[in-house]
């Protein structure tokens, strides 16, 4: 039975990867540019839009399908990460407040996790490059679920995995399709929009954020 004098029972937090905690989704367009420069082609806003936030399969299909290519998903992928390899040393950056709302939530002992429709090779990779990776009690990609977002499957497994209902799970989106994800999956969402997602339609979130260094955000998540 639960009494006034009970504590709340704890938060969790999920976060997202690419363009939430790291600076991606500014170095992404210029590499699907290159890609379809390279194919006589060119990314507009509404084509990164469709592909924005989905696994990297799906949102090569999209590529391919939206200019009608002959490159499988497999020979787009292999050039994607050749491309983007090459951006990763000069321009790869943790976003404003990521450090610090990770310090702060190690210091209140709120357990934390990343949750990415990336791949898991890719996950660990940027993680590990800007010393992260041993900020997350897991890191959650693609391979752990069937269906990728905004299915919600990836964030009920967070939360089963950082030992706490879905409704005590705070999910940090940057995008309309992530966000859905977590609105799905019965969480507290929090959109931190770029300026790739700041159009997108957030319906459902508890919040949308400045940044990761919103003094709502942290109000939200107990920090003070």
């Known amino acids: ?27 992404y367009p210029d590499v699907g540019a290159e890609l379809l420069r390279r194919r006589g082609r060119s990314l507009g806003p509404d084509l990164l839009d469709a592909m924005m936030g989905r696994p990297q399969a799906v949102a090569l299909k999209t590529m391919i399908e939206w200019h009608g290519l002959s490159d ?6 292999r050039e994607t ?14 976003l404003p407040g990521a450090v610090t709302l990770l310090d702060r939530l190690a210091t209140a002992g ?13 996950a660990h990779d940027i ?22 977002k905004p299915d919600p499957a990836i964030y009920r497994l967070a939360a089963e995995r950082l030992g706490v209902v879905p409704e005590r799970l705070v999910v940090l989106e940057d995008s309309h399709v992530g966000c859905r994800a977590g609105v799905a999956a019965g969480a507290v969402v929090v959109a931190v929009p770029g300026d790739h997602s700041r159009s997108h339609d957030f319906s459902g979130v508890r919040l949308v954020a400045d940044s990761l260094a919103d003094p ?9």
Do not use: K
């Open 127 to 148: 993680l590990a490059r800007l010393a992260l990776a041993d900020r997350f009690a897991c890191v959650l990609t693609a391979h752990d679920v069937e269906r990728g």
């Open 216 to 224: 709502r955000l942290h109000g939200l998540l107990g920090l003070g």
């Open 1 to 27: 039975m639960t009494t006034s004098a009970d504590p709340a029972p704890r938060l969790a937090v999920a976060f997202d990867l690419d363009g939430l905690l790291v600076n991606t989704e500014d170095i």
């Open 81 to 94: 990460r050749e491309i983007f390899v090459g951006f990763l040393d000069a321009r790869l950056a943790a």
């Open 72 to 77: 499988t998903i497999e020979t787009l992928s």
């Open 110 to 122: 709120v357990p934390r996790c990343v949750a990415t429709s990336s791949a898991p090779d890719y």
